[in-house]
């Protein structure tokens, strides 16, 4: 500091200036916590026990699964992309490694199905990198035709429920370690993994790099389409998981696994502060989104609400989830450029 008053008080007014604007750009990037302690204080109101041990262990289980396409979801969404097959990719993953196990090679071990599951989900989104990043396809297009071809093609394949398959295959969506579901714990690893590779290692930070200007990534050296290729062979990999989780979770591999989770996962990982231009966001603001879900969803059944109105919410949450972004992209733009 000088001993010139005026210029004492520029410097202070500036220093507090950016202060307040990193304070409200915080805020943005974590409003999913405000309103998810909003959404359970309100529902521990009008239901008793809603915030018990026991009931939000209820709620993390149910979202496990989800959990899992939110993730493939949202790496998409932070390389500047999206994937409306992740809800397709889970359901078709599961039927066909159900059939494979119980129907065409039955004796399969289950360590083999979860490989397989894997392995199908992961290239179904190898297929989708390939074609958006070096065929040129519009994202929105490839992903929606893969979601109706993989959506009819679990018809195609069965209509029935798919039982018996070997326990070592449901272990991670339906069994526990010292009380607590695997399949938590599991997400709860691969969502801190996600968070740190995505900040501190070269390759997640390219995915942060094309989302926000490809030319400019391009310029610095990353190879934009291997990246894109990357994200959706993960976002793959992530679905077939939460194929798995659901079969794990049910017991049996169904032809509703991921039926209706396309807008579930977008709205966890919009409302979680994920953009949907790319290049900014949070994995763990996704983790919350996914629970704001899965706590909305559990206090609509507790208050006995009928389903079809709860689907109604659930599209209200989705259309809310897209005014919340923009309302934020509009006070981010405004404390940006008040600087």
């Given at each position: 500091m000088t001993d010139i008053p005026f210029v004492n008080r520029f410097f202070s007014q500036s220093d507090e200036e950016i202060r307040s604007t990193q304070i409200g750009l915080f805020l943005l990037d974590n409003m999913i916590w405000p309103i998810l302690v909003v959404v359970l204080?309100?529902?521990?109101?009008?239901?008793?026990?809603?915030?018990?041990?026991?009931?939000f262990r209820i709620i993390l289980y149910g979202s496990?699964?989800?959990?899992?396409?939110?993730?493939?979801?949202?790496?998409?969404?932070?390389?500047?992309?999206?994937?409306?097959?992740?809800?397709a990719i889970a359901g078709f993953s599961s039927i066909f490694t159900g059939l494979f196990l119980i129907e065409w090679y039955p004796g399969t071990s289950g360590v083999v199905g979860i490989l397989i599951i894997l392995a199908v989900g992961g290239l179904i989104g190898f297929l989708n990198g390939v074609s958006v990043a070096y065929l040129g396809v519009n994202p929105f297009l490839q992903t929606l035709s893969f979601n109706m071809i993989f959506s009819g093609a679990v018809i195609v394949l069965s209509t029935a429920t798919l039982s018996g398959m070997p326990e070592s295959y449901l272990y991670l969506g339906g069994e526990e370690i010292m009380g607590i579901p695997v399949a938590i714990l599991l997400m709860a690893v691969l969502y801190a993994l996600a968070g740190i590779w995505l900040k501190?290692?070269?390759?997640?930070?390219?995915?942060?790099?094309?989302?926000?200007?490809?030319?400019?990534?391009?310029?610095?050296?990353?190879?934009?389409?291997?990246?894109?290729?990357l994200?959706?062979?993960?976002?793959?990999?992530?679905?077939?998981?939460?194929g798995l989780l659901y079969t794990g979770y049910l017991g049996v591999a169904a032809p509703t696994i991921g039926q209706n989770d396309v807008f579930p996962a977008f709205a966890a990982a919009v409302i979680g502060g994920i953009s949907l231009f790319g290049?900014?966001?949070?994995?763990?603001?996704?983790?919350?989104?996914?629970?704001?879900l899965g706590a909305v969803e559990s206090g609509l059944v507790l208050?006995?609400?009928?389903?079809?109105?709860?689907?109604?919410?659930?599209?209200?949450?989705?259309?809310?989830?897209?005014?919340?972004?923009?309302?934020?992209?509009?006070?981010?733009q405004r404390l940006l450029t008040a600087r």
């Amino acid at each position: 500091m000088t001993d010139i008053p005026f210029v004492n008080r520029f410097f202070s007014q500036s220093d507090e200036e950016i202060r307040s604007t990193q304070i409200g750009l915080f805020l943005l990037d974590n409003m999913i916590w405000p309103i998810l302690v909003v959404v359970l204080l309100a529902f521990s109101l009008a239901i008793s026990g809603f915030l018990s041990t026991g009931n939000f262990r209820i709620i993390l289980y149910g979202s496990a699964a989800l959990s899992a396409l939110v993730l493939g979801e949202a790496l998409c969404l932070l390389s500047g992309h999206f994937d409306l097959s992740v809800g397709a990719i889970a359901g078709f993953s599961s039927i066909f490694t159900g059939l494979f196990l119980i129907e065409w090679y039955p004796g399969t071990s289950g360590v083999v199905g979860i490989l397989i599951i894997l392995a199908v989900g992961g290239l179904i989104g190898f297929l989708n990198g390939v074609s958006v990043a070096y065929l040129g396809v519009n994202p929105f297009l490839q992903t929606l035709s893969f979601n109706m071809i993989f959506s009819g093609a679990v018809i195609v394949l069965s209509t029935a429920t798919l039982s018996g398959m070997p326990e070592s295959y449901l272990y991670l969506g339906g069994e526990e370690i010292m009380g607590i579901p695997v399949a938590i714990l599991l997400m709860a690893v691969l969502y801190a993994l996600a968070g740190i590779w995505l900040k501190y290692t070269r390759s997640g930070r390219a995915v942060y790099a094309v989302g926000g200007d490809k030319d400019a990534a391009r310029e610095a050296g990353i190879n934009v389409n291997r990246v894109i290729v990357l994200v959706y062979v993960l976002s793959g990999v992530l679905c077939g998981l939460g194929g798995l989780l659901y079969t794990g979770y049910l017991g049996v591999a169904a032809p509703t696994i991921g039926q209706n989770d396309v807008f579930p996962a977008f709205a966890a990982a919009v409302i979680g502060g994920i953009s949907l231009f790319g290049g900014r966001g949070k994995i763990i603001g996704a983790a919350g989104g996914v629970i704001l879900l899965g706590a909305v969803e559990s206090g609509l059944v507790l208050l006995d609400i009928d389903p079809t109105t709860v689907d109604v919410i659930n599209g209200l949450i989705l259309l809310g989830a897209i005014y919340l972004y923009t309302m934020e992209e509009k006070l981010r733009q405004r404390l940006l450029t008040a600087r």
